[in-house]
């Protein structure tokens, strides 16, 4: 299957700080990428879907100004937590799709673990 | 009331096991329904998805959904300590909308 790799795996900032996670499609061309959190013992929580070459789209409740996200190519994806808190601490997961209107087929990352000190 | 429910869980099983996980929906506008294997601290892992009503089968795995009580399930055979994870299922009404994820059961299969 397709494969979808996150740097960094697991991050500790200091809060105040910024961080970059990258997400990247490594052997097919994902037009679409998701970003998603997940609290533990909870669901996948969709914060922002992004097509290449345009702005994210931010799911309620997400704030655009706190979690840029950056889909500059068809296979990186970035997101940035800016001025990072403690509450911000979280697993963050992407996925990517091809970009056929069937979008259910979506590759999944293997996760940052995020904290925020 | 959530658009996708799960039981949490966790379902713990003896090594062979028949196991059955199940999900309800709300929406009758989803099509397609999937199910994610998630093993701690990674990303899920796309292991079946269904469109409409229907069984569909693969290895020890069988997906099942029964659009007409909103119910989908998964059902693993010969249950092995491997499977040990969390389960999420999900729903999708087609074109470019966003997938709806249960919550997942943590499985725990016993040698």
């Known amino acids: 299957g397709a494969v979808v790799s996150q740097h960094p795996s697991r991050v500790i900032c200091k809060s105040g700080t910024s961080v970059k996670i990258e997400c990247r499609s490594l052997?097919?061309?994902?037009?679409?990428m998701f970003w998603y959190r997940q609290f533990p013992k909870q669901s996948l929580m969709l914060m922002a879907t992004?097509?290449?070459?345009?702005?994210?789209?931010?799911e309620q409740g997400v704030e655009k100004d706190k979690f840029l996200i950056n889909h500059a190519s068809l296979t990186l994806s970035t997101l940035t937590v800016t001025s990072a808190h403690p509450e911000d601490s979280s697993f963050y997961i992407c996925?990517?799709?091809?970009?056929?209107?069937?979008?259910?087929?979506?590759?999944f990352g293997p996760g940052t673990r995020l904290t925020v000190t | 009331q959530k658009e996708v429910e799960q039981d949490p869980g966790p379902l713990s099983v003896p090594e062979g096991a028949i196991v059955s996980l199940n999900c309800t929906y709300s929406?009758?506008?989803?099509?397609?329904f999937m199910w994610y294997r998630q093993y701690s601290r990674k990303g899920p892992e796309l292991l079946m998805y269904?469109?409409?009503?229907g069984n569909k089968e693969d290895g020890r795995f069988t997906a099942q959904v029964d659009k007409s009580s909103k119910y989908i399930s998964l059902f693993i055979r010969d249950s092995q300590p491997s499977d040990s994870a969390t389960y999420l299922c999900?729903?999708?009404?087609?074109?470019?909308?966003?997938?709806?994820f249960g919550t997942g059961t943590k499985l725990q299969v016993i040698p």
């Open positions: 999900a729903t999708h009404s087609g074109g470019y909308q966003k997938v709806t």
């Open positions: 992004s097509n290449e070459g345009s702005k994210a789209t931010y």
């Open positions: 929406n009758s506008a989803f099509q397609y």
């Open positions: 996925s990517a799709s091809s970009g056929t209107s069937d979008s259910y087929e979506q590759y």
């Open positions: 269904t469109y409409s009503s």
């Open positions: 052997d097919f061309q994902a037009t679409t």
